[in-house]
């Protein structure tokens, strides 16, 4: 099949970027979208230019590193589903695909399609973590934990920190990501005991880079872990419990 | 700039510190002077009924609201602080909105997001020019029922010397003109939109995270948003029809 | 480069504590040597990678005090490899009334490696495995819970007892993101710092021990030296030699070969673990293959058509004219054999012409019976996500039609040699997890890579590499214009050159693709002497091919991915010798290592157990000249048995 692409093209950080048009002649409906991106640098390298660069990793959608802008849709036509794993098969009549990178003022364009996603982890490290020492942690037998909060919590650990949400958010926000962080991290025994020290260096991080939530949903819409909307309310609901406590816990 | 990539990623610096005030606190501003919107216009719209008991029935409602709590309260006490208190609200609600709009805008940079998902994208994206719709039509409510002046009906009658108010009279005659008519139901249509989208944001930024609750929460809000827009723009429509003169 | 290899007299001595194996990691721990907490502080540690072996690693000795540098060439550190494990990690926590025990876990290691790997490091695997659980649960892992509350196992993998701790089929990405939070929580507190995009390129040897890296910034191309009293290499394996893998696509061996070539020994490169529930390569764009569980082996029926060259579509061949071989071969474990085993009986049907698939190069794994017992919910209930997954992938519903799968290659039990304390043959050069060699012998188990990793990061290397750095203390690090940093500042600058400016005609990718498939033919699933003969020379002309007529382009002061992909290509062709060469020698089969010369009359593998109870170490001269050393094995708590499924 004939796929007709236009795509983001920059050289760097520093420079403007522009649209290039290319024709893929010989697609097949097996193709991902990254494998289409693969076969057009191919024909890009025969054709003496250079190949465009994205990002990609396990390619079964568990590392979060893939995520490229497909026709105004972060990661792709199919909804909730990796760059990696959309499939052209499931693109329908659709074979115009106007490919860019995730777009948000927190993500600068490292090259072509690859972005700059550090904002995430520097929210992490401001407190998406557990202050327990190599070691010193309890059998993990003689902490309880009820089925359904193991699920829930697991439920929300899915995120793969891809950054499609931020990128799908007409606000550049960041809420499904730092929501997901904070509703998993105080379901866990451990985690529990600095809810409200978290709470407060997550969204300060999280206000520092990133826009406010405005309840669109379209974070949800693109999601490959299917993170639910309640992970928003999840950051209000941390943040506003340390305020009422005024504790770390 | 490529070194200042470098340094962000490894951790050197931050790209700026959290804004003040915060968005987290701008949010709850919104949520809470929501509430007190919503609950304003709910029990307007309460007493809006009173329209369906006759010309004594909405006056002496008027009259009430004039002389409730007197002689505790002085002579139009709660009036006052109410009016105080939504006025309040307003600048903060406004003031808030444009804040974190333009957060927005900068957080999410050069390429706005184009394309819209879902009726709950639509209903957030009309918010800032719904909240813009909101407060023109307040300009012309308050300058056609409560000032008496420009929009007003020509048969507009002020507050008597005694006190006397013609609520019922003024009401009729301005949605006498189908044109006014129009643009209340319109304003109702429009807040409707307004408080549905608002109402499920305030369960978000209060963080509402329990699955009943959000369920409880949405049907609420829809029934409320339901109530008002009936309660409300039915009575220009009766006019109109003239079942209510 | 010369043809053949030689063999060395030298016996390594792996330091395995004397005495009881059982017993023996707590003596080791005793006899560390300690560094006090106030000189901590001066003494550097590089660790390059950021799974679930480096960012422990990293974390555990940032905790300590040391000041640690880590690298990755991602992003961020949570999308190391480790991320992409399915199905758990196994511990012998022995809680339950079944029999487990720290001996049983040792038993199933040590049997499931066909007697080729340490076994007192297995000992050490099981003994920590309970710490790992502990720590991994408080630091956030959302482990699945009873309804009582205690952590639910499952049982993986040709083992009798539960004893795999799981998080739904994501255990590997949350153990990894946990992981990568504790790195991240160092990072914050100033005792890591974290090299992100930055790709670790030669080793600094010098003083003949290891003291720092160089690495190339991958956005800005800035070539640099970092070093530092003690190196860890935790940057995973090299199954991705083989192009079609399981692995990512970024996943190389170039931190490990260049370690390598500056020294380290590299152990039974040859020893390769090929899944069997792979999804076969369908289209000649395909950039890798994607696991599906074991799991789907408990339900689903494996088999071929009896006739080779059959063009019916599967569900219009008669039951008389299916072949169920692994029931027919493996009567006592029919389906469920061992991940080689299944995927020698596999591979040895699509030899035979038997394969189905538009390429001919797949099985059939069939559901209908199992739908026809259970019905559709209970088999959409049990594995409904992996055959939405397969769907996904496919195209097919697996509901109608047999899944078609493929032995896909996995994990490399093969790596850089260490001793006891985890330290390769370069002093001062640690290494952690896959990228080691001294857990799994020829073959590893289900969920015991995840353990693997956890048990070096968090705690093997924080108390081994402590006790290396205790001899260093006032000692500075090595200055940064050192004779021997700029050698392999230099190298480096003059490799990267050399691929930018090289005019050739072929991308990487494409050298990489032919590798795959002479990899695939001569020292794949099943290897031969004229197979591997023909493939060592194909290997060695693909190398010289590569030199001559790759093209990669592009300027090297910025984001090059072609450039990245054309320095890991290039170390996978020099690996790939290696690979070859060591299948060659080892004149035998023993796990996944399976010589067609040498086999049962039944055609089943053969150990020779008088010449091969040990681990190959090769060394690579600078010439390119190979030289096996060797270290003899023992065992003292499992004795010599030979595996059988029949």
Redesign the interface.
């Known amino acids: 099949m004939r796929i007709e692409l236009e795509v983001w093209r920059q050289d760097g950080p520093r420079e403007r970027g522009r649209f290039e048009a290319h024709v893929v002649d010989d697609a097949t409906p097996e193709m991902s979208l990254l494998e289409l991106l693969d076969r057009l640098n191919d024909q890009l390298v025969e054709g003496g230019q250079e190949p465009i660069q994205f990002e990609s990793d396990c390619r079964e959608g568990a590392c979060g590193a893939c995520g490229v802008t497909v026709n105004d849709v972060p990661h792709g036509p199919v909804p909730r589903t990796p760059s990696c794993r959309q499939h052209l098969r499931s693109f329908g009549a659709v074979t115009r695909l106007r490919i860019e990178p995730l777009r948000s003022a927190a993500f600068p364009v490292v090259r072509d399609l690859v972005v700059d996603r550090t904002a995430l982890d520097r929210l992490i490290r401001a407190g998406g973590h557990v202050d327990v020492m190599t070691g010193t942690a309890p059998d993990a037998d003689a902490v309880l934990v009820t089925h359904d909060d193991a699920e829930v919590a697991l439920d929300f650990a899915a995120c793969i920190g891809c950054g499609a949400c931020v990128a799908a958010c007409p606000n550049g926000a960041a809420h499904l990501f730092a929501g997901a962080k904070l509703a998993h991290l105080a379901l866990v025994p451990h985690g529990r005991l600095e809810r409200g020290r978290r709470a407060v260096a997550v969204v300060d991080a999280l206000e520092a880079e990133f826009g406010p939530c405005s309840t669109y949903g379209e974070c949800v819409e693109v999601c490959p872990a299917g993170i639910p909307l309640t992970a928003v309310a999840a950051v209000h609901r941390e943040r506003l419990r340390s305020v009422f406590r005024g504790r770390a816990d | 700039m490529v070194q200042d990539m470098t340094a962000l990623r490894e951790g050197q610096r931050t790209r700026a510190t959290a804004p003040f005030p915060s968005t987290f606190a701008l949010k709850l501003v919104m949520a809470v002077t929501g509430v007190i919107f919503i609950a304003f216009v709910f029990v307007h719209m309460i007493g809006n009924l009173k329209v369906y008991g006759g010309p004594a029935s909405l006056d002496s409602y008027a009259q009430w609201l004039r002389e409730v709590g007197y002689p505790l309260i002085p002579h139009k006490g709660v009036l006052w602080a109410l009016r105080v208190t939504l006025l309040v609200s307003l600048v903060a609600h406004v003031g808030a909105s444009v804040i974190l709009w333009a957060r927005g805008r900068r957080a999410r940079g050069r390429f706005r997001r184009r394309r819209s998902s879902g009726v709950t994208a639509w209903a957030a994206r009309t918010m800032l020019l719904g909240g813009v719709l909101i407060l023109g039509f307040l300009v012309i409510h308050l300058l056609d029922l409560t000032i008496g002046r420009a929009v007003a009906p020509g048969a507009y009658q002020p507050a008597d010397a005694d006190g006397t108010i013609h609520a019922y009279t003024n009401l009729v005659a301005s949605f006498s003109r189908p044109w006014m008519a129009a643009v209340y139901v319109v304003w109702m249509l429009v807040i409707a939109v307004h408080i549905w989208h608002g109402w499920r944001t305030m369960a978000q930024d209060l963080g509402a995270t329990g699955h009943r609750l959000r369920a409880v929460w949405a049907t609420l809000g829809a029934l409320i948003a339901l109530a008002i827009v009936l309660g409300n723009a039915l009575i220009p429509i009766l006019v109109q029809l003239g079942v209510i003169a | 480069m010369t043809h053949g290899w030689t063999v060395s007299d030298r016996l390594l001595d792996a330091h395995v504590p004397a005495g009881d194996p059982l017993g023996a990691w707590d003596r080791r721990r005793a006899e560390y040597r300690l560094v006090n907490p106030a000189n901590r502080r001066h003494l550097k540690v590089i660790v390059v990678g950021t799974g679930l072996a480096g960012a ?1 690693a990293a ?2 000795l940032g ?1 300590l005090g040391y000041q640690v540098a880590c690298f990755t060439f ?6 190391a ?1 480790s ?2 494990a399915q199905g758990g990690i196994n511990a012998p ?1 022995a ?1 339950k009334v079944d029999g487990d025990s720290v001996r049983r876990f040792v038993t199933d290691a040590v049997k499931g490696g066909d007697f080729r790997g340490r076994e007192a490091d297995v000992v050490r695997l099981a003994t920590e495995s309970v ?1 790992v ?3 991994l ?15 639910a196992t499952r049982s993986f993998g040709g083992v009798q007892v539960s004893r795999t701790y799981y ?2 089929g ?1 255990t ?3 153990l990894q ?1 946990a992981a ?3 790195l ?2 160092q ?2 507190r100033g005792s890591v ?5 930055a790709e670790m390129l030669d080793l600094v040897v010098a003083d003949g021990r290891a003291q720092g890296i160089v690495t190339r ?1 991958l ?2 191309g800035a070539i640099g030296v970092h070093t530092a009293h003690a190196v860890v290499l935790a940057t995973g394996g090299y199954g991705s030699v083989y192009f079609h893998s399981t692995l ?4 190389n061996a170039t931190a490990t070969w260049r370690a390598h070539r500056r020294g380290a020994l590299f152990g039974c490169p040859s020893f390769v673990q090929f899944h069997p529930t792979a999804l076969p390569v ?2 000649p ?4 293959t ?2 599906m569980s074991e799991s789907l082996r408990n339900d689903g029926r494996i088999w071929v058509p009896a006739n080779p060259g059959d063009e019916r579509a599967a569900n219009d061949i008669p039951e008389a004219e299916r072949d169920y071989y692994l029931e027919r071969r493996y009567p006592a474990y029919g389906n469920l054999t061992p991940r080689d085993v299944a995927s020698r009986a596999a591979r040895a049907e699509i030899v035979a012409g038997r394969g189905v698939g538009p390429l001919r190069n797949s099985v059939y794994l069939d559901f209908r019976d199992a739908i026809a017992r259970l019905g559709r919910d209970t088999i959409a209930e049990r594995y409904g996500n992996l055959f939405a997954m397969y769907t ?4 097919e519903d697996p509901y109608v039609e047999p899944m078609r799968i493929a032995p896909g290659a996995h994990f490399t039990m093969g790596g850089l040699w260490s001793d006891y304390d985890q330290m390769t043959s370069v002093p001062g050069l640690f290494v952690g997890g896959e990228a080691g060699s001294n857990y799994h012998g020829a073959n590893r188990l289900g969920a015991n890579s995840l353990l693997s990793a956890c048990v070096d990061g ?2 093997t290397l ?1 108390l081994s590499v402590p006790n290396w750095l205790a001899g260093l203390v006032g000692t500075p690090t090595l200055e940064q214009d050192a004779p021997e940093a700029l050698e392999a500042l230099e190298t480096v600058a003059r490799r990267t050159t050399h691929l930018l400016e090289n005019e050739g005609t072929r ?1 990487p ?1 494409w050298f990489h693709r032919r590798l795959g498939e002479i990899l695939d033919e001569g020292c794949g699933v099943s290897r031969s002497e004229a197979g591997l003969r023909a493939a060592l020379e194909q290997v060695r002309q693909l190398g010289a091919d590569f030199w001559a007529d790759v ?1 990669v ?2 300027r090297g002061d ?5 450039l990245e992909r054309a320095g890991r290509v290039a170390d996978f062709l020099e690996l790939a010798e290696l690979m070859v060469v060591d299948a060659l020698d080892r004149t035998e089969s023993c796990g996944a290592h399976f010589r067609e010369e040498f086999t049962t009359e039944l055609g089943e593998a053969l150990r020779d157990d008088e010449r091969w109870v040990n681990v190959s170490a090769w060394e690579t001269t600078p010439v390119g000249k190979h030289i096996r050393h060797t270290e003899p094995l023992a065992f003292e708590l499992v004795p010599l048995q030979v595996r059988d499924y029949r």
């Open positions: 422990g974390a555990a905790e991602h992003d961020a550190p949570r999308r490899h991320v992409a926590r809680r710490r659980i502990d720590h649960q408080a630091i956030g892992a959302p482990f699945a819970r009873e309804y009582g509350g205690q952590l998080t739904r994501q590997g990405q949350q993101v990568s939070q504790a991240l929580r990072v914050q710092r974290l090299h992100t995009r910034d956005v800005s990512a696509v970024n996943s369908s289209s764009w395909q950039s890798k994607t696991l996904d992938v496919t195209g968090w705690f924080p991308r990718t093209r382009g592009g910025r984001l090059n991915q072609e």
